[in-house]
């Protein structure tokens, strides 16, 4: 089994920044691509961020693209999403996922596409 954990969340100005980490544990080698997504009250869950096994090739939402970053530190097996620029609609329970099949170097952004996730953690940006 494998068991992700996110920290980082909290309360933060709009313009500001948060750094989401997430602690994977348990069989970390059965994990390929590594991502993000979130969801807000009364929303479907969307893609953040995803990242391949061996840090190569990343995707972003287009509605984060140039203010988030996702990182991979595999002696870690952790993941991380470098939130910048905050703006209100980032506020959401941020989720971290894995994948257990090996796409090679494709990154899906559908929630079928992984097979592990954590509890979340709140992202609350005020105005």
């Known amino acids: 089994q494998v068991q992700l954990v996110e920290s980082g969340g909290g309360l933060v100005q709009a313009g500001g920044s948060l750094r989401l980490s997430c602690a994977a544990s348990?069989?970390?080698?059965?994990?390929?691509?590594m991502g993000w997504f979130r969801q807000a009250p009364g929303k479907e869950r969307e893609f953040v961020a995803a990242?391949?096994?061996?840090?190569?090739?990343?995707r972003y939402a287009d509605s984060v693209k140039g203010r988030f970053t996702i990182s991979r530190d595999n002696a870690k097996n952790t993941v991380y999403l470098q939130m910048n620029s905050l703006v209100p609609e980032d506020t959401a329970v941020y989720f971290c996922?894995?994948?257990?099949?090996?796409?090679?170097?494709?990154?899906?952004?559908?929630?079928?596409?992984?097979?592990?996730w954590g509890q979340g953690t709140q992202v609350t940006v005020s105005s």
């Open positions: 996922a894995g994948s257990a099949r090996n796409y090679g170097l494709q990154i899906h952004q559908t929630i079928g596409a992984y097979d592990y």
């Open positions: 990242s391949t096994e061996n840090s190569g090739p990343t």
């Open positions: 348990g069989r970390t080698f059965s994990i390929y691509n």
